[in-house]
């Protein structure tokens, strides 16, 4: 019960890494994509962004390092 009660994870952790998947998964799909649509590659490029900005802060958060 202590190990639950001090760690750093939260439930939101897991879709964010998540949403990050899917995010590269279709950043990569329209970038080899033969018909290009540059409004959805720079919306999908700020997206992965901010996500990958978020994991970063979340095994941050899960190493201790943001307390």
Do not use: C, H, P, Q
Request: charge should be positive; glycine fraction near 8%.
């Amino acid at each position: 019960m202590f190990l639950a009660e001090t760690t750093n994870f939260f439930g939101f952790d897991i879709f964010v890494i998540l949403f990050s998947i899917i995010i590269a998964i279709g950043f990569i799909r329209l970038i080899t994509a033969k018909k290009k649509n540059l409004f959805a590659i720079g919306f999908a490029f700020v997206a992965l962004a901010t996500f990958l900005l978020l994991d970063g802060l979340v095994v941050a958060n899960w190493m201790g390092k943001l307390s």
